[in-house]
């Protein structure tokens, strides 16, 4: 639920070229920052974005799923984490599953939950054990993704351009009351989501201090 | 949804359709040149009918239709609610962003199943960070390894009781445990991995075929059609 399964064609052109020069830029610079590490993290970053894949198919209700994306941030961090968020979008958008052009603006909004969940986690972790802390982690982490979401279709509603922005030219729709209505219609969604997710992410901590701790930050 | 992923890699090494015989640049090409006619049309009647000739290509392709055409129709559910949110109380807006949605999703599974994914990747693997090129590579590769054992995994914990629905909570934190099971499985497997692209003489790139690039009278055909749908749209449309 916390990523944009909206398909090609649907965003102002300008929103999603905007979008891919972010993801762009902010996976270039991780990249950068970490050209010098161990070479088994390139096979762990990819391991772990195919875990992220399989946990996609785990049905939160009819219209959602589960993202997976607080526990790949935690175990990776911020900078794998993001680039870890373009692989499995691009991933998903090669089989059918989101839009082509509108990669990177879902990387940003997967990539803002990854990229907090470790700094939250390592907070929390001073004070509660790894499930809490990772639960908690995971609410924090989510609710800043779903926070880019709902900016991505404010944004959305603000914009005009040429026949790729059907919904932006819409004049009797403003953009702050379709915005209000995405959100209620969403917001039920949300909750179930992050509940749901926040639950699987303690249990798969918990697991996982138990039987690898050495996996954990 | 797993199986259906899982039979994608199957379409793409094992079929032997003139689609298959083209170069991965050329269905490229093919894909980017009919997306930026999805993205700039307004007409319903030519999106309907770019979606009827995908449709007939991806069955000249070999590919099995209904499965691609389910795969192409994940993100129409799970973006209903965005469009209900905007919708403007005229059925030409739903139709034209439905179409899109289904015609650029289908486009992009006609690309995946019809290409085995070391030549897909190699190109973006030569315009990208290592990271991300090879990250790409090895993610798709790891995956349909892992999909299997997952489909495995959520069986024997119906079987089980873990996943009852009786209990939500409890659901959950079973659902976790095997997730957990599946994360150090695939730490072993990178591990694993690793080690052998190390005795193999890993130089820090993995994805380096070259039949991607490897121009065929076939690659005339994705081509051409890119430009029929070019043509269509500006002759349909105008400007």
């Given amino acids: ?217 | 949804m797993s199986h259906d992923l899982a039979l994608v890699d199957t379409w793409a090494s094992a079929g032997n359709s003139l689609w298959h015989r083209a170069s991965a640049l050329s269905k490229m090409a093919f894909v980017a040149l009919v997306l930026s006619t999805i993205l700039t049309s307004s007409s319903p009647a030519y999106l309907a009918g770019l979606y009827a000739a995908l449709c007939v290509l991806v069955v000249l392709a070999r590919v099995p239709l209904g499965p691609a055409v389910l795969l192409s129709l994940y993100p129409v559910l799970f973006s209903s609610l965005y469009l209900l949110s905007r919708w403007d109380g005229t059925w030409t807006t739903p139709a034209l962003l439905l179409l899109r949605s289904l015609s650029s999703s289908l486009l992009a599974v006609l690309l995946v199943a019809t290409t085995p994914y070391p030549d897909l990747f190699a190109p973006i693997a030569r315009v990208t960070p290592r990271l991300i090129g090879d990250g790409l590579f090895l993610t798709y590769r790891a995956f349909f390894g892992l999909i299997a054992r997952a489909d495995r995994m959520w069986t024997a914990l119906k079987l089980r009781g873990g996943l009852s629905g009786r209990g939500l909570p409890r659901d959950f934190r079973s659902a976790g445990e095997g997730l957990g099971q599946l994360v150090v499985h695939s730490y072993d497997r990178s591990q694993r991995l690793y080690a052998i692209m190390h005795i193999r003489g890993h130089s820090g790139r993995v994805c380096g075929c070259r039949h991607w690039a490897e121009f065929s009278p076939f690659d005339l055909a994705p081509l051409a059609l890119g430009g029929v749908a070019i043509g269509l749209r500006f002759w349909l449309e105008g400007r």
């Fill in chain 1, 1 to 217: 639920m916390t990523h944009l399964h909206i398909a090609d064609g649907v965003l102002p052109i300008w929103l999603w070229l905007a979008g891919l020069v972010i993801a762009a830029v902010c996976a270039g610079v991780a990249s950068y920052r970490h050209r010098r590490d161990r070479p088994d993290r390139l096979t762990l970053l990819a391991a772990l974005c195919a875990v992220m894949l399989a946990a996609m198919s785990v049905p939160i209700g009819p219209l959602g799923h589960l993202s997976f994306a607080p526990m790949v941030g935690i175990l990776l961090g911020p900078g794998l984490g993001f680039v870890a968020a373009l692989l499995v979008n691009g991933t998903l958008a090669l089989l059918g599953h989101g839009g082509i052009t509108v990669v990177g603006l879902n990387t940003c909004i997967l990539g803002a939950a990854m990229v907090t969940a470790r700094p939250a986690y390592r907070l929390l972790r001073r004070r509660l054990a790894p499930g809490r802390a990772g639960a908690l982690a995971a609410v924090v982490a989510l609710t800043v993704s779903v926070a880019a979401l709902c900016l991505v279709v404010a944004l959305a509603a603000r914009g005009s351009g040429p026949a790729g922005a059907v919904l932006a030219s819409d004049p009797d729709l403003p953009g702050m009351k379709a915005t209000g209505r995405f959100v209620l219609f969403s917001s039920p969604f949300w909750v179930i989501a992050i509940v749901a997710e926040a639950l699987v992410t303690s249990s798969v901590l918990s697991f996982l201090a138990r039987v690898r701790p050495e996996l954990l930050p």
